[in-house]
């Protein structure tokens, strides 16, 4: 996307941007006024367009495997969740801070489906975010990862489409936005994922990735 | 990431970002999101603090001088009969864009807009006092005008306290084809549609040099 002249001017000045807050945004949806549903995030203040491409296609375009691999782990993940009092959903939009609210591709939340209140949840609920990633690598791995690691999210997975790896991220330092550890999965691995009541499950990567 | 400003760049290289639309915006305000305080502009899709601050080393706020020079502004224009005026509100320039000109000379009758905020083609003249703004307003401001074809468009220049008028828009390459530098002494000269020829001197526009102590 080439920069817009006027949007380069205003980014040449950032402290006149005036950052959309999250109590805005969840009005901006309540009241209709953006269109509930929409692949739209809100990252540091500003309205985002979510990436689920397979590397081709407009922005709006949702690539098939990225479809099929979501939809795996999300199965997976609420037959893993059940009985475990933590439950898993696609899609679901998470306060991440003040100016940001991130929908990851699967989400595992502490709690029983039914508890939701009607207000987003907040990272401190959240045990695991996964992103799903082949046009987005890139920028899920500097950003997201960063805000994810920021809000005291303990697991971040990256599920990398272009190399067919699963990376895990996991014990997270708020104050330098970063995961202490980081390990590559492939083919023939396991990811490991700790529930609320300290059981250890595993998902193969050949269940995700096949 | 290091800077906001690396990352702010970044995030326009590699994501779409989505414009709110002037719909929206107007929703927005109408809703009282930011309550009133802060002047708040939509620039293509992006939200934007208005810069109304004397001097940079104020914190954001409302500058005396430049409140100043709207109201002597508007006193001019009233005397003169010009009454469709409206001060620091949205004019409904482009799809993307609401910008809140310090003062604008609409089309009258005032009433029109009631219902809806006035469009390029009803707005006769802009008028921005500058002083800490005063490069954004002469050189960033200037284009966005042009474009949409505001015939006239006026900058009070607080801190050389002279009066900039551009006329003869070209939209299509975004400037203004005349550019008039007024000075104490000189006299305003506005050809309004529906008000016929405006003079005012250019000594009733700007407001005491001094900076308060």
């Given at each position: 996307m080439t920069a817009n002249p006027f949007v380069q001017s205003l980014m040449e000045h950032p402290d006149y941007l005036v950052p959309i807050r999250v109590d805005q945004y969840q009005h901006m949806l309540e009241t209709g006024i953006l269109p509930e549903g929409a692949p739209i995030e809100l990252i540091d203040g500003v309205l985002v367009r979510k990436d689920r491409r397979?590397?081709?296609?407009?922005?709006m375009t949702v690539g098939k495997r990225h479809r099929i691999v979501v939809t795996r782990l999300a199965t997976l993940l609420t037959m893993l969740c059940q009985s475990h009092d933590c439950y898993s959903a696609s899609q679901q939009p998470v306060i991440?801070?003040?100016?940001d609210v991130l929908e990851p591709d699967v989400t595992v939340i502490q709690?029983?489906?039914?508890?939701?209140?009607?207000e987003h949840p907040d990272a401190?609920?959240?045990l695991l975010v996964v992103e799903v990633a082949h046009s987005s690598l890139s920028f899920d791995r500097k950003t997201k990862l960063l805000k994810y690691a920021a809000a005291g999210v303990p697991r971040t997975w990256i599920v990398n489409l272009v190399d067919n790896t699963i990376e895990n991220y996991e014990d997270s330092i708020i104050e330098t936005s970063r995961y202490r550890s980081q390990t590559v999965m492939s083919s023939g691995d396991v990811c490991p994922l700790t529930l609320p009541d300290g059981t250890v499950v595993e998902i193969a990567v050949d269940e995700i990735l096949s | 990431m290091d800077t906001y400003q690396d990352y702010s760049t970044k995030l326009v290289e590699e994501k779409e970002l989505v414009r709110i639309t002037g719909e929206q915006f107007d929703q927005m305000v109408a809703a009282g999101?930011?309550?009133?305080h802060s002047p708040i502009e939509l620039w293509d899709g992006f939200l934007r603090l208005k810069n109304c601050r004397d001097?940079?080393?104020?914190?954001i706020g409302h500058g005396d001088r430049h409140a100043a020079a709207i109201r002597r502004f508007a006193r001019a224009l009233f005397r003169q009969g010009v009454e469709s005026v409206q001060v620091q509100l949205p004019i409904?320039?482009?799809?993307?864009s609401r910008p809140e000109p310090d003062l604008s000379i609409l089309v009258?009758?005032?009433?029109?807009y009631d219902n809806r905020p006035p469009t390029a083609a009803d707005v006769l003249v802009a008028v921005e006092c500058g002083s800490s703004s005063l490069h954004f307003d002469l050189y960033e401001r200037a284009p966005v005008l042009a474009a949409a074809n505001i015939p006239t468009y006026i900058v009070v220049d607080l801190v050389h306290n002279i009066i900039e008028m551009f006329s003869n828009p070209n939209a299509t390459q975004s400037c203004y084809e005349t550019r008039q530098t007024l000075r104490d002494g000189d006299q305003l000269v506005l050809v309004l549609e529906s008000y016929g020829t405006v003079q005012i001197p250019i000594t009733d526009l700007l407001p005491a040099t001094e900076k308060p102590q």
């Open positions: 397979d590397g081709e296609g407009g922005i991440i801070s003040d100016t709690g029983h489906l039914g508890d939701e209140s009607l401190s609920m959240v | 999101i930011w309550g009133d001097w940079e080393d104020e914190s409904a320039i482009d799809q993307f009258p009758p005032l009433e029109q």
